[in-house]
């Protein structure tokens, strides 16, 4: 789980203002974006999988909905429900329409994983959640009310890192930061936890896997030592990812790397050394390492993680 607070702490150490651009290649769910948006601060996000780009975009419109665009009845929530999993459900807002199938989806799962929501059932559960999600909604705008608060929209895309340079050539040295968190795809299944998604919108997930990091190219062999294969092709990506990264950054801006060091095959995998290496390899100037341990994580693969900062000379 990538932090909020850590996007909103990196946001104010870096001095990012209205007027400036932030870029986070790996933006999943949209955290980096999110947050910036709320800071009032323009963003852009890519990521290749379609659901993260899908809860990415849902962040950031409902920050610009109606508060009567939320008015659902009870009766209009097991409607909305059925319909869903009837697989008949629209709405002329297409946020509204996002909104529910994401409810929907995480109802559902949520199911999957556990027993002790039984007596809700899942028609009680989905209505609890847009409760639940149309209350933080009106407390967000209360806020914003009382602070005069403006918030900015972020540019979201279902794009590749790695292929930045050709898709997307205006970006070159338009960013002021870069914040963002490399996936563990060696460690963590993000298309698996999404299965019921991508399930229900007839995605095939086996398409998705073969775009992440480390699953295109060729093994680079004996150029990472003695580590997995699937590591050292991951590794290979992540340094593409960083050299596209630095091209992408202005002269003087600054680059925030969340990353933690892996367990595979019983194995610590130095994840955080060899991404700082790379920054220093692509050209960055190194500045700072924090670490962070991640607290109950005596069973996760991942048990911390660190944040890299580096600078493009001017």
Not at 70 to 81: A, E, G, P, R, V
């Amino acid at each position: 789980k990538f932090y909020p607070r850590v996007v909103r702490t990196l946001i104010n150490a870096f001095g990012l203002k209205e007027g400036d651009l932030i870029l986070d290649p790996f933006n999943g769910s949209g955290t980096t974006t999110h947050e910036a948006s709320l800071m009032g601060i323009k963003s852009v996000g890519i990521d290749i999988t379609p659901m993260g780009v899908i809860l990415a975009k849902l962040k950031d419109e409902l920050l610009s909905l109606l508060p009567n665009d939320l008015n659902f009845s009870f009766s209009d929530l097991i409607d909305i429900f059925n319909a869903i999993r009837n697989k008949n459900w629209s709405h002329q807002n297409k946020t509204i329409e996002n909104l529910m199938l994401v409810i929907y989806f995480d109802t559902i799962d949520a199911f999957a994983r556990t027993s002790k929501y039984n007596k809700k059932g899942e028609e009680g559960l989905f209505v609890e959640k847009f409760t639940y999600i149309k209350k933080c909604y009106e407390k967000l705008i209360q806020i914003k009310e009382n602070w005069g608060l403006k918030f900015a929209n972020a540019e979201i895309y279902e794009g590749d890192v790695l292929e930045i340079k050709n898709n997307y050539p205006h970006f070159r040295e338009k960013f002021d930061a870069i914040i963002t968190s490399p996936p563990y795809y060696f460690s963590i299944d993000y298309v698996g936890k999404d299965k019921i998604a991508y399930e229900y919108f007839g995605i095939d997930m086996k398409k998705i896997e073969a775009k992440y990091l480390g699953m295109k190219n060729s093994l680079p062999v004996g150029k990472y030592g003695n580590v997995p294969s699937r590591v050292a092709l991951y590794y290979e990506d992540l340094k593409t990812s960083i050299e596209n990264m630095f091209w992408a950054l202005k002269p003087g801006g600054k680059i925030a790397i969340i990353v933690g060091d892996s367990t595979v095959n019983g194995r610590k995998i130095p994840t955080t050394m060899m991404t700082k290496k790379f920054c220093e390899e692509v050209g960055f100037k190194f500045k700072k390492l924090i670490f962070n341990p991640l607290l109950g994580a005596r069973n996760r693969a991942i048990r911390g993680e660190s944040i890299i900062i580096c600078e493009k000379s001017s």
